[in-house]
């Protein structure tokens, strides 16, 4: 998809590309071959994933199918789909073939915990298990790959292209996720049977396996509705941490746990100085006491920073 914007640098870093200019044409260039990618807008990209996807599930037997993505609990990855299908009014004719997202980060914790994995990126995550798979990886190997201890750089350029696949491609991204999973199916059943799975019966497998962490699309939309409500609170917010964004990066950060603490509760600007008004500091002190997610200084920094927004007698308080 081209950009609307130029790509900062660590999406260069991290997919390889830049935007280029030549004459009134803006154009992606390739940093590992320095060849012009064609590029297409976000509408013409989107019809060619929904065609493909229902060539793909047409040839299944229940003609359903479910967007596996690696990804921890932090990423909006699913969000970002169902954002741009719903632009173009496409999320209708996208519920037709996807029933659900699957999140296979959590799968891979669950099928290997033994092994104490706690945070493992995609990439170190396929080295450990091609590393299990060969009977090659030590203890050392695994909690390396697995604790990020270890820098890859095995396809950071042109002249190490040919060491492995660019894992900024979606292409390589999505052919490793496939992989990824088969391979954690594939190590459970060898516990109880020592045969190789028939392709078919692999296919099942999968998809059972996958089946308990999937999200049903029609809740992910919701959540989606959710998070965009959340977001309608935070920002009514701003005006009461607008001093801390101004100032450095420790204050930004409270600033963004505070209203991400206070949306979360159902608050906004408004609610709060309604309550304000009828019992003034009191009443916030009681009301935010069901915020759990602060520390004790924290909710009287908080507490403060509210009064003193809505009580014109005081002044207001200023970051150090």
Not at 116 to 123: A, E, T, V, Y
Not at 201 to 227: I, Q
Request: charged share 25%; hydrophobic share 40%; proline share 3%.
């Amino acid at each position: 998809i081209m950009p609307y914007m130029n790509l900062n640098q660590a999406a260069r870093r991290r997919h390889q590309i830049r935007v280029i200019s030549i004459g009134f044409y803006r154009m992606l260039k390739s940093m590992q071959t320095y060849e012009i990618i064609k590029s297409k807008s976000e509408v013409a990209a989107l019809m060619d994933f929904l065609n493909w996807l229902e060539t793909l599930v047409a040839k299944q037997p229940n003609k359903e199918g479910i967007v596996m993505l690696y990804h921890d609990e932090r990423k909006f990855i699913p969000y970002m789909i169902l954002v741009a299908l719903k632009k173009y009014s496409l999320i209708d004719r996208f519920n037709r073939t996807v029933k659900a997202f699957a999140n296979t980060c959590p799968m891979a914790k669950a099928f290997l915990g033994k092994h104490g994995i706690k945070n493992c990126g995609l990439r170190k995550l396929s080295k450990l298990l091609a590393k299990s798979k060969d009977g090659n990886s030590t203890k050392e190997d695994e909690h390396e790959n697995v604790e990020g201890n270890a820098i890859i750089n095995d396809n950071s350029g042109p002249k190490n292209q040919k060491q492995g696949s660019f894992e900024g491609s979606a292409n390589v991204r999505a052919k490793m996720v496939y992989e990824m999973a088969l391979q954690l199916i594939e190590s459970e059943s060898s516990e109880s049977s020592e045969e190789a799975l028939e392709s078919s019966e692999a296919e099942v497998k999968l998809l059972n396996a996958v089946k308990p962490f999937s999200h049903l699309l029609n809740s992910t939309v919701l959540e989606l509705k959710d998070r965009n409500d959340s977001l309608g609170r935070q920002n009514s917010f701003r005006p009461i941490f607008l001093n801390y964004f101004r100032t450095t990066l420790h204050y930004r950060v409270r600033a963004v746990k505070y209203r991400i603490a206070l949306a979360e509760h159902g608050f906004t600007l408004k609610s709060l100085r309604a309550i304000w008004s009828d019992k003034r500091k009191a009443g916030l002190e009681l009301v935010l006491t069901a915020i759990d997610s602060l520390k004790t200084e924290e909710m009287a920094e908080l507490l403060n920073l509210l009064d003193s927004y809505y009580d014109p007698s005081k002044a207001t308080i200023m970051p150090k």
